[in-house]
C-alpha cells in the first residue's frame, strides 16, 4: 500500500508560480511511476504531467507544456510539479498518482494510487 500526500497547492495572481510536492510513503518508491492529473469545478479530471521511475520519460499535457515541469527525488520518495506563468484556466484540484510499472500512461484508470489532492486557485 502507498500513501501519498500533496501539497503546496494555494492561491496565485496571473503569470505567477508554484511547486506541487507529493511525498510518498513506500520504501520502493523507486520502482513506482509518478503522474499528476487535475479536476476543475464541473470538469472531468485530467492528465498534467507524467515521469517513469527512472525519471528518463517525462510527459506533459500540451496545455502545460513549457509552464510545468515535472520532476522526482528517489532519495526523498518525493514527486514535484513546477508551475510556472500560471493561467486562470489551471485553476483546480491537482491530484499525485502512482503507479508500480515502468511506463507512464494519461488514463487516471491505470494509476493504482491517489493523493488527496491540492487546490490550485489563480486569480485574474
Known amino acids: 500500500q502507498v500513501q501519498l500526500l500533496e501539497s503546496g497547492g494555494g492561491l496565485v495572481q496571473t503569470g505567477g508560480s508554484l511547486r506541487l510536492t507529493c511525498a510518498a510513503s513506500?520504501?520502493?518508491?523507486?520502482?513506482?511511476?509518478m503522474a499528476w492529473f487535475r479536476q476543475a469545478p464541473g470538469k472531468e479530471r485530467e492528465f498534467v504531467s507524467a515521469?517513469?521511475?527512472?525519471?528518463?520519460?517525462?510527459r506533459y499535457a500540451d496545455s502545460v507544456k513549457g509552464r510545468f515541469t515535472i520532476s522526482r527525488d528517489s532519495a526523498k520518495n518525493t514527486a514535484y510539479l513546477q508551475m510556472n506563468s500560471l493561467k486562470p484556466e489551471d485553476t483546480a484540484v491537482y491530484f499525485c498518482?502512482?503507479?508500480?510499472?515502468?511506463?507512464?500512461?494519461?488514463?487516471?484508470?491505470?494509476?493504482?494510487?491517489w493523493g488527496q489532492g491540492t487546490q490550485v486557485t489563480v486569480s485574474s
Open positions: 498518482a502512482a503507479r508500480r510499472a515502468w511506463t507512464i500512461t494519461e488514463v487516471d484508470g491505470e494509476y493504482d494510487y
Open positions: 513506500t520504501r520502493t518508491y523507486s520502482v513506482y511511476a
Open positions: 515521469i517513469t521511475s527512472s525519471g528518463s520519460i517525462i
